[in-house]
């Protein structure tokens, strides 16, 4: 939900867009720039998988980012039953370490909920009640739930300040983004840019595009297959009539994940090939020629 929120924030689709966890491994940010405002929106995890091997910054960006932040968003799957009423301990660990620091309470995926009342009962159970100072007047369902009253104790406990203002959307389909967006252009604080106005992301073009082939390989390979993909960059370079000539190759660790990534007759490799030439062409307003080896890894 993090990048796909991002991408609806900067116009543009730069992040990796997955089903499968962590597609985004690495420290990245995204820039929106509207008139004289410009906001940096940093991606952080704060529930992490360790079954995986991620970029080691992923472990330290959240606090690091949140340390440097003027205002943090905590991006709620409401669809998820099972983590949608309660925030994990290190989330609140990290908001009470910057109590100074304001936060947002952002809904998310609130289309998929047939019952919207929910909402309400959400809110109630995630804020305590409380939202920028003022109580809520909404009675709450979940609370039987053990580990979301024990959560919500911790927060008391805390010196964390609780949530500034709420918003519930639909970052797939833009729904009441531009309202998220007017409040975050709303709150930039005065002083010089970091970027230039042109720039959308602080990533480079190799790693945006190691990142949308890489979201295309976890989309069309099954289970824990993709995380053991490594890709190697062989070609970068312009071609005759501007083009980006690009070929990459994809090392596995067995011939089995071999025969999965290239596919009966080369169709899934073919593919994501082109899946991302496209998004590639729609990121780099040029044409694209992408080129994809699969190998075993020696």
């Known amino acids: 939900g993090k990048s796909t929120l991002s991408n609806r924030l900067l116009g543009r689709k730069v992040f990796p867009v997955s089903k499968k966890v962590h597609t985004t491994r690495c420290k990245a940010r995204g820039v929106v720039t509207d008139e004289d405002t410009q906001l940096c929106v940093w991606l952080t995890h704060l529930h992490l998988s360790f079954r995986h091997k991620l970029d080691e910054a992923m ?20 669809s998820d039953h099972w983590t949608r009423n309660s925030l994990s301990s290190e989330l609140l660990k ?12 952002v809904l998310n995926k609130v289309d998929l909920l047939k019952k919207k009342f929910i909402l309400l009962e959400l809110v109630t159970e995630l804020t305590e009640g409380i939202v920028n100072g003022k109580k809520l007047e909404v009675r709450s369902a979940f609370k039987d739930n053990s580990s979301s009253s024990a959560n919500n104790m911790r927060a008391s ?18 729904e009441e983004v531009d309202m998220l967006k007017r409040y975050l252009l709303m709150q930039a604080k005065p002083g010089p840019w970091e ?31 993709p995380y053991g993909v490594i890709q190697v960059t062989e070609m970068w370079e312009e071609g005759p009539s501007g083009e980006l000539l690009i070929a990459q190759n994809l090392l596995v660790p067995r011939k089995s994940h071999m025969r999965m990534l290239i596919g009966r007759e080369g169709k899934v490799i073919s593919r994501i090939a082109q899946e991302a030439s496209q998004d590639l062409m729609n990121v780099f307003l040029c044409d694209v020629c992408l080129k994809l080896k699969v190998q075993v890894k020696s």
Request: aromatic share 8%; net charge negative.
């Open 195 to 225: 970027f230039h106005s042109g720039v959308l992301t602080s990533q480079s073009p190799q790693e945006i595009c190691d990142n949308i082939i890489r979201e295309k390989i976890l989309e069309y390979l099954p289970l824990e297959v």
């Open 94 to 105: 990290c908001l009470s370490q910057f109590p100074q620091i304001p936060s947002v309470l």
């Open 59 to 78: 472990l330290t960006d959240p606090w690091d980012s949140v340390k440097h932040a003027d205002l943090v968003l905590v991006l709620v799957d409401v």
């Open 157 to 174: 406990e805390s010196s964390w300040p609780c949530f500034r203002e709420i918003f519930m959307l639909s970052a797939l389909h833009g």
